[in-house]
């Protein structure tokens, strides 16, 4: 069970709402911090352990700037989550680059940059060196299990999945790049997305720590990381459990225990590349209803719409929706939850049993912190709103709502001559 609560009194929430408008991303930044600690201590056994956090998840300054004061790194899948990731202090070498159908202009970007390449495929060794002549000290593959894993619907069944190195090309890479001259070598794999259960992720490290064996044997190469990326789940639902950092860890340490150390392979770091399991419950995307509709259903029509969040049109992913200032209420009406868009998958939640809800309501769309905002977008010309982030001495603006100027800014009024 997972409880579903909201850091501001509903009294606050409207005189806030009412100063500085709706709709908006809320994050509780106290909390995020929290978790942070929390996720670096329950794996303090791992020596220099860091979680890269994946600035797709929440791709805002402020808070990778947090995180990183934290303790973490940054996971970044593009040159603009690169930049963005500088822009809040990061160093190079906690910079993981987890790109793929990497682009040249990218590559040269990232080396020059200085931070983890993590190569999606056996190509791009020969892509680094046409642009670099040599490799850097420090390289990572992507590692794709194939047949041996299952994915699920958001990341992919692996044997269909666009991403990795299979297993009959892993120890040949390596050896090249040993031979090309990397003294550093890590190891990266994702197979889960929004996993729930603790033990799929412990397999991920059975699964690496016996690569790392595999490639011992077959190369001589000793792995020096291992990058179990990310995919931790958050339980959207209420009645959903989440994941204990620590019994994970305490699992995974006494793999390590078993395949790493007892056969001497260690020391091998421990890394993760999560976004959705640090930031994802401590966001909140508040909106208005605008309108209580009775059509064949009930609507209740928000502010907010899938430029705010696309997860539940997207992929049908559960959010839950609290009313602020009617938590207690029963829940005894049921409604669709819309946006403005012309695209009738523009909802919220379908057929939700919510409290009786009336026209200035406030309601609050739970869990948006990662993959929220991010995946917002322009269609129908609706501009992404603003995000605040919550701290021990008040509540700050942290981007600000997207203007019409914005939106047309890269749209030439007359023609050019091409
Ligand atoms: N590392 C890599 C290489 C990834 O591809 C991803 C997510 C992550 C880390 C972070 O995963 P997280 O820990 O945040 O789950 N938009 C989807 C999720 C897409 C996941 C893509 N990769 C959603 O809204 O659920």
């Given at each position: 069970m997972s409880e579903k609560n909201f850091p501001l009194s509903s009294e606050k929430l409207r005189a806030f709402a009412e100063k500085h408008g709706t709709p908006f991303h809320i994050y509780d930044g106290i909390a995020i911090e929290d978790r942070a600690k929390s996720m670096l201590d329950a794996f303090s056994w791992s020596a220099g352990f860091i979680n890269y956090f994946a600035v797709k998840a929440l791709p805002n300054i402020n808070i990778l700037r947090l995180l990183y004061r934290a303790g973490f790194g940054a996971d970044c899948s593009s040159l603009a989550e690169l930049y963005l990731a500088k822009e809040a202090g990061i160093p190079s070498e906690k910079i993981m680059f987890s790109s793929n159908d990497t682009s040249d202009d990218e590559f040269r970007e990232a080396i020059r940059m200085g931070v983890i390449l993590n190569l999606d495929d056996e190509s791009y060794i020969d892509d680094v060196l046409r642009l670099n002549g040599e490799l850097p000290e420090t390289i990572s593959f992507r590692y794709n299990p194939g047949r041996d894993r299952t994915g699920n619907a958001i990341i992919g069944n692996p044997v269909e999945a666009k991403y990795g190195v299979t297993h009959a090309q892993l120890a040949n890479c390596y050896k090249r790049a040993k031979e090309l001259g990397v003294k550093r070598f890590f190891l990266h794999t994702m197979v889960a997305?929004?996993?729930?259960?603790?033990?799929?992720?412990?397999?991920?490290?059975?699964?690496?720590?016996?690569?790392?064996?595999?490639?011992?044997?077959?190369?001589?190469?000793?792995?020096?990381?291992?990058?179990?990326?990310?995919?931790?789940?958050?339980?959207?639902?209420?009645?959903?459990?989440?994941?204990?950092?620590?019994?994970?860890?305490?699992?995974?340490?006494?793999?390590?225990?078993?395949?790493?150390?007892?056969?001497?392979?260690?020391?091998?770091?421990?890394?993760?590349?999560?976004?959705?399991?640090?930031?994802?419950?401590?966001?909140?995307?508040?909106?208005?209803?605008?309108?209580?509709?009775?059509?064949?259903?009930?609507?209740?029509?928000?502010?907010?719409?899938?430029?705010?969040?696309?997860?539940?049109?997207?992929?049908?992913?559960?959010?839950?929706?609290?009313?602020?200032?009617k938590e207690h209420a029963e829940a005894n009406h049921v409604y669709d939850v819309t946006g403005s868009l012309c695209e009738n998958n523009d909802k919220f939640a379908i057929q939700r049993a919510l409290p009786e809800i009336e026209r200035g309501d406030l309601l609050i769309i739970h869990d948006t912190g990662a993959h929220?905002?991010?995946?917002?977008?322009?269609?129908?010309?609706?501009?992404?709103?603003?995000?605040?982030?919550?701290?021990?001495?008040?509540?700050?603006?942290?981007?600000?709502?997207?203007?019409?100027?914005?939106?047309?800014?890269t749209m030439l009024k007359e023609p050019e001559k091409a």
């Open positions: 997305s929004n996993e729930l259960n603790e033990d799929y992720i412990v397999e991920t490290a059975r699964m690496l720590f016996s690569l790392v064996d595999e490639i011992y044997q077959e190369t001589g190469i000793r792995i020096s990381q291992l990058d179990l990326g990310g995919g931790i789940g958050i339980p959207y639902r209420p009645e959903d459990n989440g994941i204990s950092f620590y019994s994970l860890s305490e699992k995974i340490r006494k793999l390590y225990e078993e395949m790493i150390d007892k056969k001497g392979l260690g020391p091998v770091r421990i890394s993760f590349e999560c976004g959705r399991a640090i930031t994802g419950p401590f966001g909140y995307l508040v909106s208005k209803v605008q309108h209580v509709e009775h059509k064949y259903r009930d609507y209740i029509g928000l502010d907010a719409c899938m430029a705010d969040l696309m997860r539940p049109g997207m992929y049908g992913a559960y959010h839950h929706i609290t009313v602020s200032g929220g905002h991010s995946m917002g977008f322009n269609y129908n010309g609706r501009l992404r709103h603003a995000e605040y982030m919550i701290l021990e001495d008040g509540i700050y603006k942290i981007r600000r709502d997207e203007s019409y100027e914005d939106y047309i800014r």
